[in-house]
């Protein structure tokens, strides 16, 4: 069957609405009344007219089934279309923080360091210098409400042939001689305490002919006190000293117990 031929099938098979109530009464009719007999041509015994109207109404619903099939099956089935699904969104993942830049802090500068010849320059706390000489008066910790050691740390870069110490110890109240001592030999000064003016005075005082070696040395006045605590406060030292350089002083107050 060619592709004119299929077609003509299918648009007489769209084209065509069986009349089912007059195929059913033309069937009815049939079986009610007897067939007329005629005599065929042939000599063959003709087929009842139901039998032949049964044949035909058969035969059309068979053509128009088939031709309802070639349809069916020449039509093209739509293509199914497929809605791609949606993807599913991705987590996008958080940047991870840089680490901030670090920054090296500044290096600080070094210190200056202090030269081993260097001499620290006069204060209240009561260091001095001038030429060989450097002191540093203080009251000792050791004092206490009744009692107080006054001290005085004597340097000297040159050896001495003169010298000459006084620590002056103002009168606070109840203020008497107790002791004194040095680190340099005893025989090589002379000693004296005595109050005047309001002021106990210690002097030690270096003999004729003796010298004091080139170092550090020590001077202390001992002394009794006011019950409490003492001010240091108008209390003062004085040194005098010759050397082969010439002469130089230092002096200044006492700084209090540490």
Not at 15 to 24: E, I, T, V
């Amino acid at each position: 069957m060619n592709e004119h031929i299929a077609r003509q099938l299918r648009e007489a098979a769209e084209a065509h609405q069986p009349d089912r109530a007059r195929m059913l009464a033309r069937m009815q009719r049939g079986a009610v009344g007897p067939a007329p007999r005629h005599r065929a041509r042939s000599g063959l015994r003709s087929w009842p007219r139901a039998a032949l109207a049964g044949l035909a109404t058969a035969g059309i619903l068979a053509t128009g089934g088939l031709a309802v099939a070639a349809i069916v099956q020449t039509r093209p089935s739509p293509e199914a279309t497929t809605t791609p699904a949606a993807p599913s969104p991705t987590a996008t993942p958080s940047p991870t923080p840089s680490a901030p830049p670090t920054t090296s802090a500044p290096v600080p500068a070094p210190a200056a360091t202090t030269p081993a010849t260097a001499r620290p320059t006069p204060s209240a706390t009561g260091r001095a210098q001038n030429g060989p000489l450097w002191s540093e008066a203080s009251v000792d910790a050791h004092s206490n409400l009744y009692w107080a050691q006054s001290d005085l740390i004597l340097r000297t870069a040159q050896p001495l042939t003169s010298l000459t110490v006084e620590l002056r110890i103002a009168q606070t109240g109840d203020v008497r001689d107790t002791g004194n001592w040095r680190t340099l030999p005893s025989e090589d000064f002379t000693v004296t305490s005595q109050e005047s003016g309001g002021v106990l005075v210690y002097r030690w005082v270096l003999k004729p002919g003796r010298t004091v070696p080139a170092g550090q040395h020590e001077f202390a006045a001992q002394y009794n006190h006011a019950p409490g605590v003492r001010s240091s406060a108008s209390d003062s030292y004085r040194v005098d000293a010759q050397s082969a350089g010439g002469s130089s002083s230092v002096g200044g107050g006492f700084a209090p117990a540490r």
